[in-house]
T-cell receptor, first 115, second 111 residues
Framework: ETGVTQTPRHLVMGMTNKKSLKCEQH?????MYWYKQSAKKPLELMFV???????ENNSVPSRFSPECPNSSHLFLHLHTLQPEDSALYLC??????????????FGPGTRLTVT | KNEVEQSPQNLTAQEGEFITINCSYS?????LHWLQQHPGGGIVSLFM???GKKKHGRLIATINIQEKHSSLHITASHPRDSAVYIC?????????????FGKGTLLTVNP
């Protein structure tokens, strides 16, 4: 699936580092999402952007900072993370709408390890 | 207790067997999704349904809104079907974008 790409695929960072995850979608969608998937836990929605405006912030700590410069690109800036933030971070995109649910298309994910 | 419960958590089958994975949810919903996640992380949407039944190849998804229950069936299973299958729901009246996910069912199909 090349509709949604994520870089890097793997990232190891120390607790004092600053890094960014990048997501790009080539599907012409207007909504983009960040999810966190920890071991043995369900997927958790972190942020949603609709037409570049943040519409959801699911009580995410401020050490995670999203940025959506346009409808095709989404970033997740990371700083002073904790070991418990180690997880698979998934980006997704979909059409945007207020009256119906659209399918979400996922990227391959970034496997993050915080040491 | 998670709003979305899947069973079983783990399932091992022999190639060719008929497989059923179940999903129960506790809230009113406007849509239910079945997703497939292969080792390595990538997630693919299999079905999105709000009533009745959908079929795609060897995969069949059904939903009973009154009983708040959905099933995913795989006919003539194959080792390449080995993956985690995830159920997710969009609550009716809730955010248009927020899905609540089950923990997933790990399916292993042996040759």
């Amino acid at each position: 699936e090349t509709g949604v790409t994520q870089t890097p695929r793997h990232l190891v960072m120390g607790m004092t580092n600053k890094k960014s995850l990048k997501c790009e979608q080539h599907l012409g969608h207007n909504a983009m999402y960040w999810y966190k998937q920890s071991a043995k836990k369900p997927l958790e929605l972190m942020f949603v952007y609709n037409f570049k405006e943040q519409t959801e912030n699911n009580s995410v700590p401020s050490r995670f900072s999203p940025e959506c410069p346009n409808s095709s690109h989404l970033f997740l800036h990371l700083h002073t993370l904790q070991p418990e933030d180690s997880a698979l971070y998934l980006c997704a995109s979909s059409q945007a709408g207020t009256s119906r649910t659209y399918e979400q298309y996922f990227g391959p994910g970034t496997r993050l390890t915080v040491t | 207790k998670n709003e979305v419960e899947q069973s079983p958590q783990n399932l091992t089958a022999q190639e060719g067997e008929f497989i059923t994975i179940n999903c129960s949810y506790s809230v009113g919903i406007s849509a239910l999704h079945w997703l497939q996640q292969h080792p390595g992380g990538g997630i693919v949407s299999l079905f999105m349904l709000s009533s009745g039944k959908k079929k795609h190849g060897r995969l069949i998804a059904t939903i009973n809104i009154q009983e708040k229950h959905s099933s995913l069936h795989i006919t003539a299973s194959h080792p390449r079907d080995s993956a985690v299958y995830i159920c997710a729901v969009r609550s009716s009246g809730g955010s248009n974008y927020k899905l609540t996910f089950g923990k997933g069912t790990l399916l292993t199909v042996n040759p």
